[in-house]
């Protein structure tokens, strides 16, 4: 069986992410592929977050009810029918790394869902986080470094 991955064209796992991706240039979200989502799966959600930061966790996206037999997701795009909650720059949106200092892991975290996810705008990771429990098929991830020049 092959196996539920995560990957992106701009940078390797545990790679270093570029500043086209970052707070320090464009700010867009970069593209990511995905491959052999589990049979059965209904949908697909995304946290993009950072475990290093001084406060602690800090979400950068959340974006659910990703079709499963999406492939791609495109630079600065997300999937048709797929919706955005609020990450904590308090946006509806990607919010690329911008770490105060030293070298932070950004955890693109994929999961493949058994249902659609009716959550409302201004859903938060814990919304999602608790609206998946239960529902979770398979799950994979994708580390980038950023570290500020």
Not at 44 to 69: E, K, Q
Request: glycine share 8%; net charge neutral.
């Amino acid at each position: 069986m092959s196996t539920f991955t995560l990957s992106s064209q701009a940078f390797k796992h545990h790679d270093r992410i570029p500043a086209r991706y970052t707070c320090d240039d464009a700010d867009i979200s970069p593209p990511l592929m995905i491959e052999n989502v589990p049979a059965g799966a209904q949908s697909l959600s995304l946290i993009v977050d950072d475990p290093d930061a001084p406060r602690g966790m800090w979400v950068h996206w959340v974006v659910w009810n990703i079709g499963p037999d999406t492939k791609e997701i495109k630079e600065r795009s997300v999937p048709p029918g797929a919706a955005e909650g609020v990450n904590d720059f308090r946006k509806q949106s990607y919010g690329g790394p911008c770490p105060p200092s030293g070298t932070h892991r950004y955890f693109f975290k994929l999961y493949a869902l058994d249902t659609m996810l009716a959550l409302g705008a201004n859903a938060t990771k814990g919304d999602l986080e608790r609206a998946m429990k239960g529902h979770i098929l398979a799950q994979t991830e994708l580390v980038g470094l950023y570290k500020r020049q």
